[in-house]
């Protein structure tokens, strides 16, 4: 066998085996991917709890309180929901309220930048019920579509 034909069937599984070890690659990535997208529902949210510095006891009270009634009114709903009564004064212990209102609601919901919506990145998505609904990797070309196509 000549010098160059032993060379190029060496390249040749060399190429080989460099395609079946980036088709393993491929194949485990996809692996920890279905993982970690088929997770569980939302979680419930953390109980949240500020405690003040000297003297600022009243704003932190008013921002517990917002926080607790914002998880109340959200109900188990989908929705961040506006308050029932802000409050009518304008004084730091009102705007304290307001914020722990929204941030109540947002923790409750997921929305971990407070933007109003659940992203696919953010700790209140649940791909089952959000998005698609088709979690994990998609198969075969189009079979991901053919199955959302068939939920609707």
Not at 42 to 54: C, G, L, N, S
Not at 82 to 90: C, G, I, L, T, V
Not at 115 to 129: A, H, I, L, P
Request: proline share 5%; aromatic share 4%; charged share 20%.
């Amino acid at each position: 066998m000549s010098r160059i034909r032993r060379t190029v069937e060496q390249i040749r599984a060399a190429a080989i085996l460099a395609g079946l070890l980036a088709l393993v690659a491929l194949a485990v990535a996809a692996m920890i991917g279905a993982h970690s997208s088929t997770s569980s529902a939302p979680r419930p949210a953390a109980t949240a709890t500020v405690t003040p510095d000297k003297g600022q006891d009243a704003t932190v009270n008013a921002y517990n309180a917002g926080w607790r009634a914002g998880v109340a009114a959200l109900n188990n709903g989908a929705a961040q929901t506006p308050p029932d009564a802000m409050r009518a004064d304008s004084s730091p212990e009102g705007a304290a309220w307001a914020d722990g209102w929204v941030d109540g609601q947002a923790d409750a919901l997921g929305d971990d930048n407070r933007d109003g919506t659940v992203d696919e990145s953010e700790s209140g998505w649940d791909c089952r019920t959000m998005g698609n609904r088709v979690c994990g990797p998609a198969g075969r070309p189009g079979s991901d579509v053919a199955a959302v196509l068939a939920r609707s």
